[in-house]
């Protein structure tokens, strides 16, 4: 469990980098358009396309990273209105229902995948297939979060069960 636990810190490391690096990258590519526009009157043909791309990519990646965290904004008016053990019921069956719906979401994200190798993005020359990627491999990440979750539960069981013992 150990190693699993580490190889998903290690995928979401590698997500949290690529996230900081698009940022990065549409920070840039902004002020490249900006100058342009108001100095030069012109803007890469390549410059908008790009900045859509990565802000596809940093908000799929950053949902997922949400999910790890446990960050999405959630109605608990009614959740906290019941006692601890079923609630703790509640929330396992509302994961299980979160990953079935993400297994359904990565299917269909990649059959947008597939439908849109073809169609290019004019400036970047570049299929609008990678865009539609973020959609499964952030969908992917996001169960993982959920499997990391009770990886992490379950080690600590396990760790308090040999304290005690």
């Known amino acids: 469990m150990k190693k699993a636990e580490m190889l998903i810190d290690k995928v979401f490391w590698l997500s949290e980098a690529i996230s900081k690096i698009l940022v990065c990258m549409i920070f840039g590519v902004m ?86 190798v073809s169609i290019m993005y004019t400036g970047l020359k570049l299929s609008k297939m990678w865009v539609f990627l973020s959609f499964p491999v952030s969908f992917v990440l996001s169960m993982l979060a959920k499997v990391d979750k009770y990886i992490v539960r379950y080690n600590k069981k396990c760790r308090n069960g040999k304290e005690e013992a």
């Open 31 to 116: 002020w490249v358009v900006v100058f342009g526009r108001y100095l030069f009157s012109h803007t890469p043909i390549w410059s908008e396309d790009l900045i859509l791309f990565s802000m596809c990519w940093l908000v799929m990646l950053s949902g997922a990273e949400a999910f790890r965290r446990d960050a999405h904004l959630r109605i608990t008016i009614f959740q906290n209105m019941i006692p601890e053990r079923p609630r703790a019921c509640l929330n396992v069956f509302l994961d299980i229902i979160t990953v079935v719906f993400f297994a359904w979401l990565i299917r269909y994200g990649i059959e947008e995948v597939i439908m849109n």
